[in-house]
């Protein structure tokens, strides 16, 4: 069975504070340390684990980014990855999330790829649209949320967090599986691991092997833009309730008049 895990260099939200270009409104990625996406490492360890469990079956990661997107990938590959593909092109700067998954869907069409993994949603753009565009873009379907997920023949089978516990959702596969936060425990890589990542393939691949047009893709292409940048409003104060023997009543009116009771 062919797996792929859809991962992204981010800026490390352990260390660096997000910044705006005030130019183009777009995330400050020069000049700050950039890592593997910390969400896509829960969702890295829930692919391998279905490989293994599965047996006879390859995992490989694929990500859209510059050359220095390399060194997320490699992690990926250190923490037990089969392989890799990278999608770089200079037409690819300034990408929407729905250019994203029109490029990840290329390739992951290409590949013939029978499960794809995806986080919920990255730890910098916060849209949480890739992995919906991409199932849209293949005409597959999409499990969203889910904590535990199994394969019986060419069947998905997943258990999909809800407000009050789980779900138990199936679908035929191929299919694009969204993995929760926290549900399965990152994987760290080992000397041996990284030692080896260095041997495994890690494919380079640009728009003309795609056959996708530049004018879909980067800033011509996308559809979403950040127009404005402002500052949050300020909170307003809150209201103290002095108890006078009457607390409960104001309460209750409180949450009535907001429609809360």
Request: with cysteine; hydrophobic share 45%; glycine share 10%.
């Amino acid at each position: 069975m062919k797996i792929f895990v859809c991962i992204k260099q981010v800026p490390d939200p352990n260390t660096t504070i997000s910044k705006l270009d005030p130019t183009t409104n777009r995330l400050v990625r020069s000049g700050v340390s950039l890592v593997l996406d910390p969400g896509d490492e829960s969702t890295i360890s829930a692919a391998i684990k279905l490989r293994d469990t599965l047996g006879n079956s390859q995992l490989i990661a694929v990500s859209m980014g510059p050359a220095s997107a390399q060194e997320a990938m490699r992690r990926a590959l250190a923490m037990g990855a089969d392989g890799a593909i990278q999608i770089t092109d200079p037409a690819l700067a300034g990408s929407d999330a729905v250019s994203t998954a029109r490029v990840l869907a290329a390739v992951l069409k290409k590949e013939g790829a029978d499960i794809i993994f995806c986080s919920t949603e990255s730890t910098d753009g916060y849209t949480g649209m890739v992995p919906g565009g991409i199932a849209e873009f293949l005409g597959i379907p999409q499990l969203t949320f889910a904590r535990e997920i199994t394969v019986e023949g060419q069947k998905a089978i997943i258990k999909r967090v809800i407000p009050t516990g789980y779900q138990t959702v199936e679908t035929q596969l191929p299919a694009v599986v969204t993995i929760a936060s926290g549900s399965f425990e990152a994987i760290y890589p080992t000397m041996k691991g990284i030692m080896g990542a260095r041997k495994k393939p890690l494919r380079q691949v640009g728009l003309a092997e795609l056959g996708i047009d530049a004018a879909q893709v980067g800033e011509s292409g996308a559809r979403e833009r950040v127009v404005e940048v402002g500052k949050a409003e300020a909170r307003a104060a809150g209201q103290i309730v002095k108890d006078e023997g009457n607390g409960a009543q104001v309460i209750a009116d409180f949450l009535q008049r907001y429609q809360l009771l």
